[in-house]
């Protein structure tokens, strides 16, 4: 899945979704309906037993003779059936106390191997009648059998042996536990290890408007402003047991043979090749899909629509197609070239064929997260897919192109091979967030990703990771709120980084064959991260221990300092120790944040010596050094995910060594000595003079990553402190590092991908330091577009529109608002909303806040994103808090049942505080105000922050100011 952290689930305020109440009359497909799926059961057995290699012929064949004895069954119900029902009516749950079962997890002694299941929908009830069998293997001998369901009305439920469909076992009880959505059927008879049976259900379930998962109904307008409605479904990680019951977790993979009846004028999809369709009356169609490959029941999906696509092919001839609606489908032309060229070369690095004939990927019109990488059928955000290269931003490009590759790396990382539980979840989600990059570099090369990786990964990244409250990558989760929340920065961004670490130390190729090894291993299955490093391992010649090595990478929290000092003739000391920012009085004494040991790879440099390599295995060793070496930097090509800290004497070796010649280091290095010497103010390692002697370089400086860093990093200092006189000073700092680069990139129009970030980086900087030059160009670029309707290149929109909004008088606010309500795009939206919320005028923030309250001003599904933008004002920080605070009650009603969406806002909403006063005022709110499910756990993080940056004052403040005072005029 790729996250839209703050965005939200929901699209309408009420907090609960039923308005319909479930019919338990069942809606039986007519008799033309039942030949239809004879034929289609028949025409499907051969499917398999050509396609399907994966289970054995005997297995096969029972699951052959199961559907063919049972297929009347699943839709006529017989007298048994009817006996069933009646016995299931009459039995009431237990209550959750006297739940006979304890545990989170399923037990293993039934295991589930074949679904077929079909969906029956209501669409204009919201229910969906639904009639399915599971095949199961008993593994050990049992008398109950425990299955998901959430939210769905049970009408029948019977057990039979494979082998004998008269050989009924009776379910004499069930009971239901809420907390982890269990169903637990209570059987007459003992079932028989190696023995398969057949679950038979017949069920109702709900087709969601307010809540963006399971089964869920969005809309869209067409050009002539008709709605038109969208079904589709989002089942990661726990809401397929919300459409019908199931096993739903990872490790019980299995065959998913899928069938739906859709409204005429609509088509549907679904993970697999259609494998026919029959018109059952004017008003339905039937659609039948080729039994899938095993899988995880997280990842099937179904999109019933009428939208258009785009189709093509890739080199190894898998059938590619783009859905969108038809006013969008022209532009999802970028994201099909993205597709078509990455699936080969993920075939290629991976050494496996991507697994299905086909691939669908589909613009769903409200969604959740930003996409989600069911097998064979992707469903994203439109922001995620949609590039329209005369509208559409340059990030937009850059979102596109990533989410694509993110979702298609999960074919085979997540979909092929999954996590066996959620505690590894970031074994999906950390290895699509690295081949993202490695994948979208590839086919789009000018994007430069995996140079913006330190942007958009490892920085994030280790942002979290400092904080003395943070999990560990491998955390432990049993409910699906805790399950939800793992879905995070850690996951995502430090399991990127740790991969990024082992291939640059084991070597590309070393670390593929490694990676062809565990896939092939585990492949229609699941794995551990045991299971991942004992490939590595496997796949390398290195006399090291990779598990051991990586265990205390994922199994502890936070990441080391590496210092290296009391450098003399012969030897050196180097020393590790966990880097820690935020910690509060209590925690300071804690022993246990500061036991922690890593293994570290390293690569090191001397100005003399040249390259070498050595692994850090203690808290501190001695390394054999010469005098002659001269300086020494640590961390080539910042692929080490840790800071690395010297002596001063070597700090200043550095410094005079990019002042004199800069190009000895790579653009990757000059980064990293920015990054980490700013880094090691925030615990108070390093003083902040070193950083801010290293920014004295920049005025030669030309390329991105040392530019985009140390100007963010000094920005932040100018919020950071209070001083008036020194924040002018600093601004008139930051300005003459920008001048350079604003006379060489300018207003060009055309340049590459990466300069014309650098250009909207400088211009936007000046323009928020009021650089006269800058205000008059973006004013005089606004007035031609108002007055003469001339278009201003792209990438500078956001620039002039900021510059205007600032400076252009009230008609601008006008201007932009009336184009914010007139937008005929998401992405367009969000641009005015923007610009909008640059402002320094408070009384427009506020009713920017206010036009949150009101959901035709702002859609529920945009709410997150544009909190997001106001908090980025340094100038709003202050009513956003309060505004939050008035209407919490509101957001707790919108978020409450999504715990994880209600932390990623909480985490923007004070960006900019530092004092005492701030920090007392959060953390009491939060004390009145902690019923908030997983939630919970951001507090502490959000309050760390605010004390790391009331720190960093204290450590810094001073010296900024009388390094200001001696530098700049
Ligand atoms: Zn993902």
């Known amino acids: 899945m790729t996250r839209m952290a703050s965005e939200t689930k929901y699209y309408l305020l009420k907090s609960e979704e039923h308005e319909q109440t479930a019919s338990k009359k069942n809606d039986h497909p007519s008799v033309d309906y039942f030949c239809v799926r004879q034929q289609v059961i028949r025409k499907e057995i051969c499917c398999m037993l050509i396609c399907m290699a994966i289970f054995s012929m005997v297995l096969i064949g029972l699951f052959i ?4 004895q049972h297929r009347k069954s699943q839709f006529i119900p017989s007298q048994k059936d009817n006996e069933s029902e009646n016995n299931s009516m009459i039995l009431s749950p237990s209550s959750a106390k006297s739940f006979p079962y304890h545990g989170y997890r399923l037990p293993l002694h039934i295991y589930p191997n074949y679904y077929a299941i079909h969906l029956h929908p209501k669409y204009d009830q919201l229910i969906t009648h639904g009639s399915m069998i599971i095949v199961v293997t008993c593994q050990e001998k049992t008398d109950f059998i ?14 039979s042996s494979v082998n004998n469909r008269n050989d009924s076992i009776k379910v004499i009880k069930t009971a239901e536990k809420s907390k982890y959505n269990f169903y637990y059927l209570q059987l007459e008879d003992y079932l028989q290890p190696n023995h398969q049976y057949i679950i038979h259900v017949k069920f109702t379930s709900y087709i969601r408007t307010k809540i963006l998962n399971g089964f869920y109904r969005s809309h869209y307008k067409t050009t002539n402003g008709t709605t038109r409605y969208f079904y589709s479904t989002l ?9 019908f019951p199931c096993f739903d977790e990872p490790v019980m993979k299995a065959i998913f043979s899928i069938s739906i009846t859709v409204p005429n004028g609509y088509s549907a999809l679904s993970n697999t090749r259609l494998y026919l369709t029959k018109r059952l009356s004017n008003q339905k169609v039937f659609y039948k899909f080729r039994p899938s490959p095993k899988m995880s029941v997280y990842l099937v999906a179904l999109v019933v629509s009428d939208f258009k696509h785009l189709e093509g092919k890739t080199t190894s001839n898998i059938s590619v197609r783009t859905w969108a609606n038809p006013r969008l489908c022209q532009h999802t032309k970028y994201s099909l070239n993205i597709a078509i060229k990455i699936i080969p070369f993920y075939e290629r690095i991976y050494g496996i064929a991507y697994p299905l004939s086909k691939m669908d990927m589909v613009v769903v019109p409200q969604f959740a997260d930003g996409a989600m990488e069911n097998w064979g059928l992707i469903t994203y955000r439109e922001t995620s897919m949609i590039y329209n290269k005369l509208t559409d931003a340059l990030h937009t490009k850059q979102i596109v192109a990533l989410t694509v590759a993110h979702e298609i790396a999960h074919q085979w990382f997540g979909d092929l091979v999954t996590m066996r539980w959620w505690n590894d979840v970031w074994l999906n989600e950390g290895f699509a967030s690295y081949m993202e990059n490695v994948g979208a570099n590839f086919v789009a090369p000018e994007l430069k990703l995996m140079k913006q990786f330190l942007f958009t990964n490892y920085a994030p990244a280790q942002d979290q990771d400092a904080l003395p409250t943070i999990h560990p990558i491998v955390t432990h989760a049993a409910t699906a709120d805790q399950i939800d929340y793992l879905f995070d920065d850690i996951s995502y961004l430090k399991g990127g980084c740790i991969l990024r670490m082992l291939e640059s130390f084991l070597g590309t190729e070393t670390f593929y064959r490694g990676i062809y090894h565990y896939l092939s291993q585990h492949k229609y299955k699941t794995a551990t991260h045991q299971d991942l490093w004992r490939a590595l391992q496997w796949a390398t010649d290195a006399k090291l221990n990779v598990p051991t090595m990586m265990n205390t990478w994922t199994l502890q929290p936070g990441f080391p300092v590496l210092t290296l000092e009391n450098r003399s003739n012969n030897t050196a000391f180097i020393r590790q120790y966990r880097y820690l920012i935020g910690q509060n009085s209590s925690s300071k004494t804690d022993k246990s944040l500061h036991k922690s040991v890593w293994h570290i790879p390293i690569f090191l440099a001397t100005e003399h010596g040249g390259l070498r390599n050595f692994t850090l295995y203690k808290k501190s060793d001695i390394l054999p050094w010469k005098k002659s070496d001269g300086w020494v930097k640590l961390n080539i090509n910042q692929t080490g995910y840790y800071c690395t800290n010297y002596d001063l004497k070597n700090w200043n070796a550095l410094i005079d060594q990019l002042k004199k010649n800069y190009s000895v280091f790579n653009e990757l290095d000059r980064h990293q000595l920015l990054y980490d010497s700013y880094m090691l103010t925030k615990p108070n390692l390093l003083t902040v003079s070193v950083f801010l002697n290293m920014t004295t370089y920049l005025e030669k400086e030309r390329n991105y990553l040392p530019l985009r860093e140390s100007i963010e990093n000094l920005a932040e200092i100018e919020y950071l402190i209070h001083d008036e006189s020194a924040r002018q000073k600093l601004k008139n700092y930051i300005l003459k590092i920008i001048r350079p680069q604003i006379q060489i990139l300018g207003w060009k129009k055309n340049t590459t991908f990466m300069k014309s970030k650098q250009q909207q980086l400088v211009l936007t900087k000046a323009a928020r330091y009021d650089a006269a030059s800058v205000i008059s160009h973006s004013l005089s670029a606004y007035n031609r577009w108002i007055h003469n309707q001339t278009r201003f290149p792209i990438k500078f929109r956001d620039i002039i529109l900021s510059v205007a909004i600032n400076h252009g008088g009230i008609s601008v606010e006008k201007k932009l608002l009336w184009e ?21 005028n408070i009384k427009l923030l506020n009713r920017l806040l206010n036009m949150m309250l009101n959901l035709k001003e702002v859609k529920i599904d945009e709410t997150g994103s544009f909190l997001k933008l106001i908090s980025k004002n340094q100038v709003a920080s202050e009513p956003l808090w309060n505004y939050f605070k008035s209407y919490y009650a509101l957001f707790y009603q919108r978020y409450k049942l999504d715990t994880a969406t209600l932390a990623d806002i909480l985490k923007e909403l004070v960006t900019y505080f530092s004092t005492e006063a701030q920090y007392d005022d959060v953390a009491n709110f939060f004390r009145l105000h902690n019923d908030i499910g997983s939630a919970k756990s951001t507090i502490p993080l959000i309050l760390s922050k605010i004390r790391a940056r009331i720190q960093w004052k204290k450590f810094n403040e001073i010296t900024v100011k009388n390094w200001l005072n001696e530098r700049v005029l």
């Open 235 to 243: 089942f990661e990680s726990t809401h397929a047991r919300a459409v």
């Open 65 to 68: 003779t199961a559907a063919i």
């Open 820 to 840: 914010y309500y007139h937008a005929n795009s998401t992405s367009l939206r969000q641009v005015y909303f923007k610009a909008l919320a640059s402002s320094r």
């Open 146 to 159: 425990i299955l998901h369901k959430k939210q769905i009305v049970i009408s029948t439920i019977s057990i």
